[in-house]
């Protein structure tokens, strides 16, 4: 489809052969690899090309993501959470149909976000979504897609590559002599949230897409444990510590592991700190009991020195989690396995490294501590039978986590 578009732009005539998809592309590998128990096998070689792919391959397109383009009037936004200019994001295109989602780096790895920000006011962090990436694999949850740090050359990558002209319109030379660009959009886009190379070069995350909704169809679905997005309101479940008996009413979190899924995914959250988990997306053909994706993570890792306990409502209210999760996370808090120490390892393959800091790192082990404490408060209360949910027919042993670790 696209080559007949572009073959109609420039106005020819003759017939071509269409452009070749490479079965073994590894844009459609890591589709191919997606099933019931995540994005990807665990440690899957089409995931491993992919994201050499993303730091290697040049590009072929730049454009602005579709929320920014709803924000132009270009699409419908009605069901889109709209985006300042301060967190301009571009979908980048490759060979072989390749595509993901590039974020910017907006501010130092050893800032913190301001005590008196509000989460939806928040800075994007490029590196939050690498370390959010390696963090997912580690648990073995694997729902967040493949992401890779990059340095760009924004000229090049970008300016050049891009038919878009307003994303064209809005590159300008600084006076330090640097290549910058912002986003186009009906308020906060002026040339002080500009982006800008060194005096070409940029780095940020790239995110590899998910399938078409056309091949894949996904459900966006609020979180039942929703922040309240204004200055001074407050949703019920953080006034009302019996909430989770309302959810569990609820279809389909009263009969599926659809509850279960939340827990792990405010588990993740909490890891990261992340309070910006307004929805959670989920592929149709996998039902209701399909797992959830852990998508645009940007918003975590802000501040290693503060712990935001609210973001495990879920696990404390409900006093529910898989026993799969609960092992892994038990072995992680083990000296051997320490996952501040994993992390670190895990984070060295990355181009970006050191994508955290230290201090950032060290965060994880206290509060997978919390995390721990949260869940022991649940056994003492209602015994480990009703708090601990077996969601697997043979449960493994603690060898072979161990060994999942080390994959």
Known sequence: RRHKLYREELNLTSPAAPLPLRPEASWLQFHLGISRDGLSPRSSPAVTRLLRDMREFPTVSADYSQDEKALLGACDCSQIVKPSGVHLKLVLRFQDFGKAMF???????????????????????????????????????????????????????????????????????????????????????????AVCGNPHLLEGSLSAFLPSLNLAPRLSIPNPWIRSYSFDGKEEWEVNPLYCNTVREIYPYSNSNRLLNIVDMAIFDFLIGNMDRHHYEMFTKFGDDGFLLHLDNARGFGRHSHDEISIL??????????????????????????????????????????????????????????????????????????????????????AAHRAKVGT
């Open 103 to 193: 974020k910017p780096m907006r501010q130092k790895r050893e800032e913190e976000t301001p005590e008196d920000f509000f989460y939806f006011v928040d800075f994007q962090r490029h590196n939050a979504e690498i370390a959010a990436f390696h963090l997912d694999r580690i648990l073995d949850f694997r729902r967040v897609p493949p992401t890779v740090g990059r340095r760009i050359n924004v000229t090049k990558d970008i300016l050049e590559v891009t038919k878009n002209e307003v994303l064209q319109s809005v590159f300008f030379v600084s006076p330090a002599s640097n290549v910058c660009f912002f986003a186009k959009c009906p308020y906060m886009c002026k040339t002080e949230y």
């Open 313 to 398: 409502a879920p696990l404390s209210q409900c006093c529910i989690i898989k026993r799969t999760t609960l092992l892994r996370l038990r072995l992680l808090a083990e000296p051997e396995y320490r996952l501040s120490d994993v992390m670190r390892e895990s984070l060295l393959q990355d181009p970006l490294a050191p994508v955290l800091t230290e201090p950032h790192l060290l965060a994880l082990d206290r509060r997978l501590q919390l995390v721990l404490d949260a869940v022991g408060k649940c056994i003492d209360t209602f015994g480990e039978a009703t708090v601990v949910a077996n969601d697997t027919a043979q449960p493994q042993s603690p």
